[in-house]
């Protein structure tokens, strides 16, 4: 078997100066094949990232060589000096890194950027290279790719940047790509083009690729084989259909299990624990403690890597075929409480522009005719103990909406009403304490939300303090029955955030808002920054308080299938209009509002033979149009003028509200096709 | 969506430790900066020179105002070892007393200085808007005067002495920390915490004094550091003008300005003081860039 790339029992880690040297990396044996895309999967601090880097020779900081050899092409790049690993990076073998609007040198036009390249990885005379830049720029598919050439990074959205950074990496005619979570940042409509995009490269050009991400539904996209990660040791290897469709090892099943289906309204089930902390021995398998079908073996010896027949290699000690499939899919949504109809927060026309009307435009009195609505026609109510979710792409205005209604910027129209009749203020510092106390906010980073210099016991009394005036020592009695209350225990209290994984934190946030016991709780992508495995957990906690507390769930996600588990109603948001609102069954079933059509076909379920027909294109509008239906520009089922002109009326289709202006039983036809 | 985050810091994982007293938190910084050759030199001339000024009084064999009409410019001996100035004083006994009032007054003005710049500072930071426009325009004009020339007009109009001092010095270094507080404190309002507390109802001196100061501490550590040593060099320059401690009071730029005329013929008279106020300045210099990047190791676990 030829292979490009060949990972010998690699061990890298930490040579840390007081502490044992701590591997990141244990034993990882791997081949990359000419003309395959190889998808390395795993959660956060799984070690893929220095996988992927090691198989260029390099190492971040801080990290050494342990074992083992990384050989490209016949030669081992750990020995190589740096004139030789020069010759070869971003030659024969590139690097495309997550964030392309960090890795594209600002100051430079795209076009001088990519001829850099030419002109250290080819031998092309310069005259050429102008010609040869523009070549690159329309195989990633970039429109006009005269004008990129001479544009500036800040000039081109995220996935255009994104594409620039992959032509500037084809530049130098390599035989691999290292792709390290490239789509991650993107919208979910980009992201499915991004991916066409590689596979298409693959295919064309039998440029080989490795393929680094932790969502499972990008890989199942893209890979023809998967290796699995975990705690820095290889779990599983495999083509992508024997991993995804039928995995032998147990984190690897966990996982799949763990992620949001579009096709049921189920919190899905959550592997239990966290990953392990990075420690210098270990004598067990790193799973164990979060394995279903732990044995006593398991803890004690570690399992080697082995290729039970019919299946894919697998780190476990027993042939896991035996293990039976769990048949659980989750826990089935509870039903809605009996306080249903009682409405608890209702807007009505709200409009919200961030931009300030300059002094002249006061004085004359035409303050709302220049600025841009980011959020417009905004009206809809939510009940007592519902879960209304808000789902669109970034700059739709969703996390708008959330800031709005807790008082950091006031709505330039419209009213907004909690309980039924007291109308809310529009600054946070206005309204009373108990109005505050009653809406709470959970945030998208739990790493930005907790103050980094506070012990958890210090975060939690804080709003205990605040609103009950309770004493110091009860509010430490209250703040470890709120940690129970999110599965965390009272050792927690002395810590600080950064003693935390991710979802400790998100916890320790949920926790921190229900400590004001409030009858709204507005979740700002709560479960997007954490890892997969964790975010089911996170989804079933918050299921859990809101049948205890009944608790209202303003949720805000870019995730349709996150969404379908949790949300009762669901409000489809573009450039902050409304597209389609109604019963989250009814949503997701045809007719879709040809936005909401488009995000369907956009989520990236773990499933290889999935195909992706994404019509729409990926452009970033910055500002919705001034008439008309917002989504006119990039729709792909656009009538004609009627759509630049008239605002779209509302058609009630079997329980949701679309608004859009094809009839819907032709959007019904059209859509089951 | 940063699930797969790629950056795995090291010393995040490798200091692992559970709510740590004050005490060993200032000793963790302490060991850093001593591991740093900058930082131990920097330190060691700090506590040398704090110590001396303590003991100075009973390790000096002389009276340092003792004047001998017969001991006139004399030459390092084993009687002075660092000669004698003009009116036939120890140099020795002066030089390690000179630092003594020009440390006390610099010190208290630099934390005086550190704490007003750092409090106003952080509120503009947080406020932000047109107050925070207005009051900077301010502190831009402050800046604008050459700072020891205004030092010397308010000195002259005032007769100097330790009362004037102390509040000028304060005063306008802490125009120099309210503009590094600010900055500093702008990139910590925008944190999702600070907008927790505020859409919690917390008012702004709970957010500025519970959930900011704790995270810019470290910055204004190191801010105050700098200022001490700029107002030891100030005070100095002062005293070489005639406007800072008054005679006989030792004080290295005293000692330096009585020098100068017989610097020629009597140079010890001079030298040893400026090599002690330099190797000072020097040294808190180095202990302050020393303490930026122990602090900076240790803010992920938190110091205080």
């Known amino acids: ?17 007081v502490a044992a040297p701590t591997p990141i990396l244990r034993g990882i044996t791997l081949d990359v094949q000419p003309n395959e895309i190889l998808g390395l999967v795993g959660e956060s601090g799984s070690g893929k990232s220095t996988v992927a880097l090691s198989m260029m020779g390099y190492l971040a900081p801080g990290l050494e060589l342990f074992g083992g050899e990384a050989i490209f092409d016949n030669v081992s790049m750990f020995d190589l000096d740096r004139k030789g690993l020069e010759a070869l990076r971003g030659g024969e073998i590139c690097l495309v890194p997550q964030n392309a609007g960090h890795s594209l040198t600002p100051t430079m036009t795209i076009g001088r950027q990519i001829e850099e390249s030419l002109a250290l990885h080819t031998d092309l005379p310069p005259a050429d290279r102008k010609k040869t830049v523009t070549d690159l720029l329309s195989q990633v598919r970039l429109p006009s790719p005269e004008q990129i050439r001479d544009r500036h990074p800040h000039e081109l959205s995220g996935g255009q940047q994104q594409r620039c950074a992959i032509a500037m990496a084809l530049a130098g005619r390599p035989r691999v790509l290292l792709l390290d979570e490239p789509t991650t940042g993107l919208d979910v409509t980009t992201q499915v083009h991004i991916l066409e995009l590689l596979k298409d490269l693959c295919r064309a050009s039998g440029v080989a690729m490795v393929f680094v991400s932790h969502d499972l539904g990008a890989v199942a996209r893209i890979s023809d084989r998967v290796a699995v990660l975990y705690a820095g040791e290889l779990m599983e290897l495999g083509t992508s259909s024997e991993i995804l469709k039928n995995p032998s090892h147990p984190y690897t099943r966990g996982l799949l299990t763990s992620i949001p289906k579009m096709d049921g309204a189920r919190i899905p089930e959550a592997l ?146 909690i309980e039924g009749e007291e109308a809310l203020d529009c600054i946070t510092e206005a309204r009373s304490l ?73 916890r320790v946030g949920i926790a921190r808002a229900f400590a004001a016991q409030p009858i709204l709780a507005l979740c700002d992508e709560v479960t997007s920054a954490l890892d997969v495995s964790v975010q089911a957990a996170v989804l079933e906690l918050l299921s859990k308080l809101q049948k205890e507390n009944g608790v209202a769930y303003l949720f805000v996600s870019h995730d349709l299938a996150t969404v379908r588990a949790i949300a009762d109603r669901v409000l489809v948001l573009y450039q902050g209009r409304i597209c389609e609102i109604g019963p989250v069954d009814a949503v997701y079933k045809p007719a879709f509002h040809p936005y909401t059509e488009a995000l369907m076909e956009a989520v990236l379920e773990p499933d290889p033979d999935a195909q992706s027909h994404v019509e729409i294109s990926d452009i970033v509008e910055t500002a919705p149009p001034d008439s008309g239906c917002p989504f006119q520009l990039r729709c792909q089922r656009k009538v004609g003028k009627i759509c630049n002109e008239v605002a779209p009326p509302a058609q009630s289709v079997s329980g949701h509200t679309i608004f859009c202006h094809i009839d819907r039983d032709r959007l019904f036809q059209l859509q089951d096709e | 969506m940063i699930a797969g985050g790629t950056s795995a810091n090291p010393v995040e994982y490798a200091l692992p430790g559970s709510g740590r007293s004050r005490f060993a938190g200032i000793m963790i910084v302490l060991r850093d900066i ?59 006994s002066r030089t390690i007393t000179g630092g003594r009032i020009s440390i006390i007054i610099t010190l208290i003005s630099a934390v005086i200085a550190a704490l007003w710049g750092g ?175 122990a602090l900076r190791v240790d803010r992920q676990q938190g110091v205080f």
Not at chain 1, 3 to 16: N, P, Q, T, W
Not at chain 2, 231 to 256: E, K, N, R, V, Y
Request: proline fraction near 6%; include cysteine.
């Open chain 1, 1 to 17: 078997m030829e292979r490009l790339i060949h990972l010998d029992d690699l061990s890298v880690g930490i040579e840390a100066g």
């Open chain 1, 272 to 417: 239990p624990g966290y990953p392990p902390r990075l420690s210098a021995t270990r004598s067990a398998c790193a799973f164990a403690p979060r394995c279903a079908h732990r044995k006593e073996i398991c803890l004690n010896e570690s399992p080697p890597l082995h290729r039970p027949a019919n299946a894919s290699m697998v780190r476990c000690h027993f042939d896991s075929g035996n293990f039976p499939h769990s048949s659980y899919q989750g826990a089935p949504r509870p039903p809605a409480a009996d306080n249903q109809m009682q409405k608890l927060l209702e807007l009505q026309d709200l409009a919200i522009s961030y931009d300030r009307p300059g002094l002249l435009s006061r004085l004359t009195g035409q303050e709302d005719k220049q600025r841009v609505l980011t959020v417009n026609n905004l009206s809809f109510v939510l009940n007592k103990g519902e879960t209304i979710a808000v789902v669109g792409e970034s700059g739709s205005g969703k996390s708008t909406i959330l800031r709005a209604i807790v008082g950091l910027i006031p709505p330039c129209n419209g009213s907004m009403r």
């Open chain 1, 434 to 506: 108990q109005c505050k106390k009653d809406i709470q906010m959970i945030f998208q980073n739990p790493d930005s939300s907790l103050n980094p210099r506070k012990t958890i016991a210090e975060i939690l009394s804080a709003p205990l303090q605040l609103y009950f005036d309770m004493e110091r020592t009860e509010a430490i009695d209250k703040a470890s029955e709120l940690l129970e209350s999110v599965r965390l225990t009272r050792d927690y209290l002395g810590r600080t955030p950064d003693q935390l994984s991710g979802g400790e934190k998100q």
């Open chain 2, 34 to 92: 001593i591991s740093r050759p900058v930082g131990a030199i920097g330190l060691f001339l700090v506590v040398f020179h704090l110590l001396l000024a303590v003991i100075a009084s009973f390790i000096a064999p002389y009276d340092v105002a003792l004047q001998n009409a017969d001991r006139i410019l004399q030459a390092p001996s084993w009687a002075h070892p660092m000669g004698t100035d003009s009116l036939g004083r120890d140099v020795f």
């Open chain 2, 119 to 293: 409090i106003v500072g952080v509120s503009l930071g947080l406020v932000g808007g047109r107050i925070d426009e207005f009051c900077m325009r301010l502190v831009d004009a402050f800046l604008a005067i050459p700072g020891l020339l205004f030092l010397l007009l308010i000195v002259s109009f005032t007769g100097g002495g330790v009362y004037a001092l102390i509040p000028t010095l304060s005063f306008f270094n802490g125009i120099s920390v309210i503009r590094i507080g600010r900055g500093a404190a702008q990139g910590v309002a925008v944190k999702d915490y600070i907008t927790a507390a505020r859409v919690r109802g917390h008012g702004s001196r709970f957010i500025i004094f519970q959930e900011m100061l704790p995270n810019l501490q470290d910055i204004l550590l190191v801010e105050w550091a700098m200022r001490w040593s700029w107002m030891m060099l100030a005070f100095s320059s002062l005293s070489f003008l005639g406007f800072g401690a008054t005679p006989p009071t030792p004080d290295w730029g005293l000692m330096i300005s009585d020098s100068r005329e017989f610097l020629t013929v009597a140079p010890w008279a001079g030298i040893w003081p400026a090599i002690f106020l330099s190797t000072l300045i020097i040294g808190i210099n180095l202990f302050a860039d020393a303490l930026g990047k």
